[in-house]
């Protein structure tokens, strides 16, 4: 096997395209990964314990559900995507749409244009920042990388028209970057810079998260694969891939020059980006956002930067901001990363937001068989949206009996909430028809609706901020 793994000192690769039931069954009763055609290691490696066998099993099993409903899921994509935009050019209701059919005036949605809204920009339709937070507002910076995060899901021409007209700010680039493992564009991200900052131009770098309907996005969340790093730890497998791991290169400081047509990695193409724009600016800083898997990739860039001794950039690295983040690596990587990214001068250079009841960053678990561990604080919000900083967010692998109930009654509160919160808060915080529909789904699934950026947005409007000198206590803006 090519997957780069002369790079790393050691690594556990699963691969569900190869798993048959044969294959599954194997991995239950045999910890000998030689033996195995679905799970990859070092010569020799062994899985032990039940426990472990068992969470590698569920992953695959997963995994490969997912990748069989993938072109089920991207036509329902596609259905969703289509009427929920007709609906939405028509006036926002059926009732509009009905009236422009009779009168002969339906406005038909055109993908890829600079008005054609993602499934998350369906479900939270807010566009402009929030004008009460302005610049100077300790709240700005999240304010401005969870909308910039939330922007991310959609096509270019959106992105760009809304970075210039809507928020007044310079539109930079739009990345539709290579994934090397899962063969196609997989990984997108942009770059805009805000100019209104009287301490120097901001740079803002967003990650696109986790496509609703798409099942390769979403096998990255599920895969348990890693990759052991000399003196860093080990990395998520889906993660490091996603952000530009090559098959038989590895992670390399630079790409080789003698192959200029290589396709786009995103970690190569948005390092270019920034050394150049900070060169031409030495004032400008820099932050890196996203939400769900953006997070994850998002805390990952200074992470290699470190690797590869960025020093230069990493000393314009303003701030790390996710949302809904998973986790990244075990408890070394994180040791490596604070050395980066860790609280200093009085300043959080990483936030790490996590909303009420979203499963994603209890994912994947922080057990003895895995190994995954976030670090950092964590800013917490229930919902209520009061905030307070944790060492680890409560239920922190969210499966346990004790939380079924509060979660189930939590879901329907959120339901509720979503009738009378755009009265209380304003038009602003209104609950559309494709979020009322994701909170009913919640009754299903609780931890899946509060991974939604909508709650994420209402964090940094509506929550306290949380500065470093009250981590214990809540702390509300006036």
Not at 103 to 121: C, F, H, L, N, T
Not at 186 to 208: E, H, N, P, W, Y
Request: hydrophobic share 40%.
């Amino acid at each position: 096997m090519a997957d780069s793994t002369g790079y790393f000192t050691d690594y556990l690769v699963l691969k569900p395209d190869k798993a048959g039931l044969l294959d599954l069954i194997h991995v239950l009763y045999s910890g000998n990964v030689d033996e195995s055609g679905c799970v990859f290691g070092p010569p020799g490696k062994k899985i032990a314990g039940i426990r472990r066998k068992w969470d590698i099993f569920i992953s695959l099993l997963l995994q490969r559900s997912l990748l069989l409903l993938s072109s089920p899921m991207s036509r329902v994509g596609s259905a969703v995507g289509f009427w929920g935009n007709l609906v939405d050019d028509n006036g926002g209701g059926l009732f509009h749409l009905l009236a422009n059919f009779i009168r002969g005036e339906v406005r038909m949605p055109v993908k890829g244009s600079d008005s054609y809204k993602s499934a998350i920009g369906l479900i939270d339709t807010r566009l402009q920042l929030d004008k009460a937070i302005g610049n100077s507002d300790p709240r700005y910076q999240a304010a401005l990388a969870v909308m910039a995060s939330k922007l991310s899901y959609e096509n270019q021409l959106f992105i760009e028209s809304t970075v210039k007209d809507k928020w007044k700010m310079e539109f930079l680039a739009y990345y539709n970057c290579w994934n090397d493992f899962a063969e196609n564009f997989s990984t997108q991200a942009f770059m805009m810079c805000d100019k209104t900052s009287s301490s120097g131009d901001l740079i803002i770098v967003a990650f696109r998260g986790t496509e609703p309907f798409d099942a390769t996005q979403w096998c990255a969340d599920i895969d348990f694969s890693w990759y052991e790093i000399p003196q860093v730890g080990k990395i998520h497998g889906g993660f490091i891939k996603a952000l530009g791991l090559q098959k038989t290169a590895g992670l390399p400081k630079d790409l080789p020059t003698h192959s200029p047509h290589h396709p786009p990695y995103a970690y190569y193409a948005v390092r270019e980006k920034l050394r150049d724009a900070l060169r031409r600016n030495e004032s400008a800083r820099f932050i890196v956002t996203g939400h769900s898997l953006g997070g994850a990739l998002a805390v990952l860039f200074p992470v290699v930067l470190a690797l590869h001794e960025e020093d230069l950039l990493l000393e314009r690295l303003e701030g790390v901001y996710t949302f809904g983040q998973p986790r990244v690596g075990d408890e070394k990587l994180g040791d490596f990363a604070e050395k980066y990214l860790g609280e200093s001068n009085g300043r959080r250079r990483y936030s790490r937001f996590v909303y009420c009841n979203d499963m994603v960053p209890r994912l994947p678990y922080d057990d003895s068989t895995l190994l995954f561990k976030h670090f950092g604080k964590c800013l917490y919000y229930n919902s209520f949206y009061r905030g307070k900083v944790e060492e680890e967010e409560p239920n922190k692998n969210y499966f346990s009996l004790l939380t079924v109930i509060p979660k189930y009654f939590n879901a329907m509160w959120e339901i509720i909430r979503g009738f009378f919160i755009g009265f209380i808060e304003g038009s602003d915080y209104s609950e559309g028809w494709a979020l009322r529909l994701l909170r009913l789904f919640g009754l299903i699934v609780p931890g899946l609706p509060p991974h939604s950026p909508q709650d994420y947005v209402n964090c940094t409007r509506l929550g306290n901020y949380l500065p470093l000198e009250n981590d214990t206590k809540e702390f509300k803006l006036d």
